[in-house]
């Protein structure tokens, strides 16, 4: 038929709806590569500006504090500024901001700058999340949420891969000023291809500025409890009680003020809608395995294997290398496959990539990570275009900022409860397995007054000719060989743990109902 007599035909997508679309995925993509490109590269940085310990994780918290802050913001203030503006105006800062956080020469310059750039930068997410559903028509957002899923799981993978790379062959401050050129060609694109709109600027009378400031209390103490818990050892902590207080407080508040208020800041009861709420529910979860799994590997591979942040890179590489082949595919199988299916096959890959890592040792590196990372590529591949796609199945246009909002600010919340949980838990493991192993390495036993004998003969003929000082170095070894084998165990233990988040996660997807997902024919 053709279609100027069809009324249900799409109009062909413009290449300047392409540029536009195409630029604000390349934002979402440098935002969401900025919470992990510092992880192999901290070291240096802590050694820039003179910090170090428990002070240097706030080189990733503050950001993570700004940007999950600003998330449920966007919505509201892209239609107070215009879109165009709104998105014009953060992206600029946000590359100021990097320029400024490679200059930093303190910890408090640094925290400063970074919580500013996580502001600016969180706002990238959800608007080109936002763009893809306004600006496509259906037909096309199955693409354009596949080039989404590159920012929301290939940045994460590939961050540590290119921060490595950055710190060790130019130094640290190129990490941040990595975002420039690309950057610019984001501002370019969006510039001249973005529709203007006016700023509807009495819509700031109508704010939920109550919501803001509690929202905004609430997440940055939530933010610092998971980040700092685990350094403090929890709740032994009265700092960490007192702030753990008020985010519960200051959130409990936030979330009831949501359901009284006339113009609620974040709208909670698109999660009432089947789809939407189970999809988000899915997309929290892979979120907290994302991050977690992001987390946990380069951990591994500095401490039980000694990889600097080059090699840490290296091996990082092929968890997000192969995703590139395999996301421009998802939209072509969304076509005639069960967007529920998919997404529920790649959980369970991912799941299974974790527990291939159960048999960790001190042999266990790069090599024997090469097939488990290639899996979880291709399971992460799989995920995220179709459970977005599912998940917005019956949001409206006019809802699609505030679903947008909701759905990657819930992501991110995943991640970083993710963080905190694996860390905390691999804590906790290492401590029951060293507590295990201990006894059974006991001076009654003939095994181990063999094995430190044998040491205390090594370390007499290596230069320590005292008999008592070799033996004391020789049960020293011991304890280190123990340790070293809890620490592995520990590991083994969070992967585990994340595999079994990922199979409660195709739980949810399973009670998905069926939809005509973006892209993809009715079912």
């Not at 820039?48 to 918290?61: E, L, P, R």
């Not at 921060?163 to 370019?188: H, I």
């Not at 890179?313 to 082949?325: C, F, K, R």
């Amino acid at each position: 038929m053709d279609a100027k007599l069809d009324p249900t035909a799409e109009a062909p997508v413009s290449l300047k709806t392409w540029i536009a679309v195409s630029g604000a995925l390349l934002g979402a993509f440098l935002a969401v590569l900025n919470i992990q490109i510092t992880n192999a590269s901290l070291p240096y940085i802590e050694g820039g500006i003179s910090t170090g310990g428990v002070y240097g994780t706030w080189v990733s918290t503050a950001y993570l504090i700004g940007e999950i802050i600003v998330i449920p913001l966007t919505d509201f203030m892209s239609r107070v500024a215009s879109l165009r503006r709104y998105l014009l105006v953060n992206t600029a800062l946000f590359l100021f901001f990097s320029v400024l956080c490679g200059h930093a020469h303190s910890l408090s310059e640094m925290i400063v700058f970074r919580a500013l750039q996580g502001f600016t930068g969180g706002v990238l997410i959800p608007l080109a999340f936002t763009i893809v559903m306004i600006m496509l028509p259906r037909s096309k957002q199955a693409i354009g949420l596949a080039g989404f899923a590159v920012s929301a799981t290939f940045a994460p993978a590939i961050g540590p891969t290119i921060g490595g790379y950055l710190t060790d062959y130019y130094g640290w401050p190129w990490v941040f000023y990595v975002n420039l050129a690309p950057g610019v060609v984001m501002l370019a694109a969006l510039w001249f291809t973005l529709p203007k709109s006016a700023p509807q600027l009495g819509l700031l009378r109508q704010g939920d500025w109550l919501g803001i400031v509690l929202m905004a209390v609430g997440l940055a103490a939530f933010q610092t409890v998971l980040d700092d818990g685990n350094v403090y050892n929890w709740f032994d902590s009265p700092f960490i009680v007192k702030l753990s207080l008020v985010a519960a407080l200051a959130l409990c508040a936030f979330v009831l003020w949501q359901f009284i208020t006339v113009s609620p800041l974040v709208n909670f009861r698109l999660l009432g809608r089947r789809n939407f709420g189970l999809g988000t529910l899915g997309n929290f979860l892979l979120g907290f395995a994302l991050y977690g799994s992001a987390f946990l590997l380069p951990q591994y591979l500095a401490v039980a294997q000694g990889f600097d942040a080059e090699q840490i890179g290296e091996v990082m590489a092929w968890t997000g290398l192969p995703q590139l082949l395999i996301i421009p595919l998802v939209p072509l199988l969304m076509k005639r496959i069960d967007a529920r299916f998919l997404v529920g096959l790649g959980l369970v890959i991912f799941a299974a990539s974790c527990f291939m890592n159960l048999w960790l040792d001190q042999d266990y590196a790069a090599p024997q990570f090469f097939w488990p990372d290639v899996i979880r590529a291709v399971g992460q591949a799989i995920v995220m275009t179709p459970i977005s796609a599912i998940a917005l199945v019956g949001i409206a246009q006019s809802e699609a900022g505030a679903a947008s909002g909701l759905f990657n600010m819930m992501r991110n919340l995943g991640g970083a409860i993710g963080t905190a949980a694996v860390e905390t838990f691999f804590t906790k493991r290492e401590q029951f397995h060293s507590a295990m192993i201990s006894p059974k390495v006991s001076l009654l036993e003939p095994a181990t007054r063999d094995r430190l004998a044998d040491l205390q003969r090594y370390f007499m003929a290596h230069g320590y000719p005292d008999p008592a000082g070799a033996m004391h170095r020789a049960i020293i070894a011991v304890g280190q060989t123990i340790r070293a084998e809890a620490t592995i165990m520990g590991y083994a233990d969070s992967f585990a743990m994340i595999g079994v988040v990922l199979l409660v996660a195709v739980l949810a997807v399973a009670m998905l109902r069926k939809g005509a997902a973006a892209g993809g024919a009715a079912h």
